[in-house]
């Protein structure tokens, strides 16, 4: 006979994905390291000290600032995203205790004082990068050719700056696009390498193509419009690595693939528009940042049509 | 051959679930019959039944022992012959109502009730061949047991153009329907006969999932076999969690939606589980009222297998028949685990809407916040923003719930399977469902 037992009562459904935000989160770490591979690589030491303080200070921060709040700390790995993709968008040159200060602001002002994971309006990591851009403005636009590990760094422009000049041909720079080997933020270079990593979150599902075609798209489109070339917007600055890694941060992108168009299209058009006629050689920052800021409207506005609703026409 | 099985088709929502019914060639046993059998008055959605047999009563297999004045009603019969030794009560773990229940103590020895003098089933109007479903009980097997003779009776005027029998079975672990279709194919078929009778139908379909292959196969061979194939068309599906839903199946198969609030008929359309029509076909060719089901019992137990059980068993003689469960089980669900429910204990009875016990060890889930990833949109089958109910509940705005239609969820359980935080969204959703109809209540 079945023993006397009493058996647990809980709602269903009984089964689910094997598939949890914490997985989510190392597997964006896992496809981030390849732009950190690149940044190593080409800024040597310094970049791999400013990386290893700023993920160390998000993950500190959020465990303070939960502590604080008698709140519970998991490690989910979303702080380790955090504080890597900020690290990414410095400045090779940036001293250690600034990226500090940038990624404890991301965490414990971004997202944690907004409510923590889920309820933060702006990405943090993006946030962290403005409020550094808007204290250290100077720290924050020096610019170096990639160094590898030699310590003689070369101030440069970046392909983006009017000071930018090239001497070899078109097809060189796109190469250098390509790999890397040009100046810029820690983790924006490498166009390739962040294209790989890219791929794999579209491969694993952890993103879907909506933002990072309908960004890079847009701002294709809009800089061939305004007589740029085309090509050295979409490889230069950021794009690449907001494209695949920032807008695509779910808590702070519309929750609709529709809104997703839409807000990769908006983030892609002011990303060009800023570069373009704004005071600052780069805006995928501050694109993104204002996308996050429309998100709760276009989530209002865009919804799917309920299933057995009348379609609109027919009202 | 002249081709009666269509093109596959699939659905862009929905999640598909690996691969999980060890049970699929187990044929089906029958299980001994209980000594003691707890019949529960409600087994079918809608009112409950009324006793019509007394303490000390004898009975019969197949004697009708509760009904109801009530249109939403099915009447109740004996699963077993004996003696009426009692009354009790019993917590239905669906419902979490209270409900009675008869108890009948076997005679051992399974007389059945006379069954009435042959019928010529060709000659049966559509208006008897209701009459014959109701009085056998019948409701959708399938596991909503909503009366099967309200779905036979559209309103007049209403012209039912579609029949699509379900043979999905969506539901992982669940292979009762799987085992009917191969070994009582041809009942199935007769029974759709009547059904066809009652609706005279412009197109029959058979709807099967694809990891269903032989009963694909088996189901067109008996339907060239039997000559039927004038317009029975097999519609292999894509296996994917929840393709049998009754809206989600319409929509597959002849792109149209039922309209919110509305019924299947509204758009031309009946869907029945051929697990009901076979019932029909055992109540109007044998005489046999709807008094046993096939269930399957998986999950962690000895022996899985696919049973025949007479209703009134309790799930204790169920599992023991199986073996028992294994050590480590904790949980013990009545359905699939999808939208199965748990129960508590053993005592409970096998009912007309119970497909499926599964045995199972369940870890507590910790329920962590939405990241809005989307997912649960992805999933939902009837294109609703399944967080967004979680978010209004958890700020008491059920308003806001019945805004953003609410009501068509179907609480299959697809947005929460896929939640990477482990939302039980479905709670949340039933929670609201609730608490707007008390609302209803009061204000009536």
């Known amino acids: 006979m079945t023993q006397e037992k009493k058996f647990l009562v809980s709602p269903g459904p009984h089964l689910w994905r094997n598939l949890s935000t914490s997985k989510i989160m190392y597997l964006v770490v896992a496809a981030l390291m390849f732009p950190v591979g690149a940044a190593i690589y080409y800024f040597g030491y310094h970049a791999l000290l400013i990386m290893a303080v700023s993920t160390a200070t998000a993950v500190l921060a959020e465990y303070g600032v939960k502590k604080l709040r008698h709140g519970e700390f998991t490690m989910d790995g979303s702080a380790i995203v955090t504080g890597l993709i900020m690290a990414l968008t410095l400045p090779p040159t940036i001293p250690w205790w600034m990226a500090a200060i940038g990624a404890a602001f991301a965490m414990a002002i971004a997202r944690e004082a907004f409510g923590g994971l889920g309820h933060n309006i702006f990405n943090p990591a993006l946030a962290g990068r403005a409020f550094l851009a808007a204290c250290f403005s100077g720290e924050m636009s020096t610019w170096v050719l990639p160094m590898h590990f030699s310590v003689d760094a070369v101030t440069a422009a970046t392909p983006l700056n009017e000071s930018f000049v090239w001497h070899a041909d078109k097809i060189s720079l796109y190469k250098d696009l390509l790999l890397g080997n040009v100046g810029g933020s820690l983790g924006e270079t490498s166009a390739l390498l962040i294209l790989i990593g890219g791929i794999m979150l579209l491969v694993l599902g952890i993103i879907n193509w909506t933002i990072p075609v309908s960004y890079i798209g847009a701002a294709a489109l809009l800089s061939f419009c305004l007589g740029q070339d085309a090509l050295l917007q979409v490889l230069a600055g950021g794009l690449m690595l907001g494209a695949f890694f920032m807008a695509t941060d779910y808590v702070t992108s519309p929750i609709t693939n529709k809104g997703r168009i839409v807000f990769g299209v908006g983030a892609g058009i002011l990303t060009v528009l800023i570069r373009c006629f704004g005071g600052m050689p780069e805006g995928v920052c501050f694109a993104i940042l204002f996308m996050n800021a429309l998100t709760p409207l276009i989530d209002r506005y865009i919804k799917p049509r309920p299933y057995g609703s009348q379609r609109k026409a027919a009202q | ?444």
Request: proline share 7%; aromatic share 4%; charged share 25%.
């Open chain 2, 1 to 444: 051959m002249a081709g009666i099985i269509l093109k596959k088709r699939s659905t862009p929502h929905g999640v598909k679930i690996p691969e999980s019914k060890p049970t699929g060639n187990k044929p089906i046993e029958t299980l001994p019959f209980p000594k003691k059998a707890i019949v529960p008055l409600h087994q079918n959605l809608g009112v409950p039944c009324e006793p019509l047999v007394k303490k000390g009563d004898s009975v019969k297999t197949g004697e009708k022992i509760g009904d109801s004045e009530s249109y939403v009603s099915a009447p109740i019969h004996s699963p077993i012959s004996g003696e009426v030794t009692g009354f009790t009560k019993l917590i239905g773990p669906t419902t979490g109502r209270l409900t009675d229940a008869i108890i009948i103590t076997a005679d051992g020895r399974n007389t059945w009730e006379e069954p009435e003098a042959a019928k010529d089933i060709a000659a049966l109007s559509r208006d008897e061949i209701i009459a014959l479903v109701r009085e056998a009980g019948i409701v959708g097997l399938g596991g909503a047991t909503f009366p099967s003779h309200i779905k036979l009776s559209p309103p007049e005027g209403k012209k039912i153009d579609t029949l699509i029998l379900n043979g999905c079975e969506c539901e992982p672990f669940i292979t009762s329907d799987h085992r009917i279709m191969l070994e009582y194919g041809e009942k199935i078929l007769l029974g759709l006969g009547l059904s066809k009778k009652v609706f005279k139908p412009d197109r029959i379909y058979i709807a099967i999932e694809d990891n269903k292959q032989d009963a694909i196969d088996h189901m067109e061979e008996l339907v060239m076999e039997m000559g039927l194939d004038r317009n029975i068309r097999i519609v292999p599906l894509k296996s994917k969690y929840p393709m049998g839903g009754e809206k989600i199946l319409i929509k597959v198969i002849t792109g149209r939606e039922v309209p919110s609030g509305g019924l299947p008929l509204d758009v031309g359309a009946v869907v029945q589980s051929i697990s009901t029509v076979k019932a029909m076909y055992d109540a109007i060719f044998d005489g046999k009222p709807l008094i046993e089901r096939v269930v399957t019992v998986t999950g962690l137990v000895e022996r899985p297998g696919n049973l025949c059980v007479r209703f009134g068993t309790p799930l204790r003689e169920v599992i023991d028949y199986c073996g028992g469960i294994k050590k480590n089980v904790n949980e013990i669900l009545l359905g699939g685990p999808m939208m199965g429910t748990s129960c508590f204990d053993l005592d409970f009875p096998v009912t007309k809407g119970v497909n499926c016990i599964l045995a199972k060890e369940s870890t507590p889930v910790k329920e962590e916040n939405c990241i809005r990833c989307g997912r649960c949109l992805d999933a939902c089958s009837m294109d609703l923003i399944p967080t967004n109910f979680v978010k209004y509940v958890k700020n008491h705005d059920y308003a806001a719930c019945k805004k953003a239609s609410i009501a068509d969820c179907i609480e299959c359980g697809a947005c929460a399977y896929s939640c990477p935080a482990h939302i039980p969204i479905v709670e949340y959703i039933k929670i609201a469902k609730g608490e707007l109809a008390n609302k209803k209540r009061i204000k009536k």
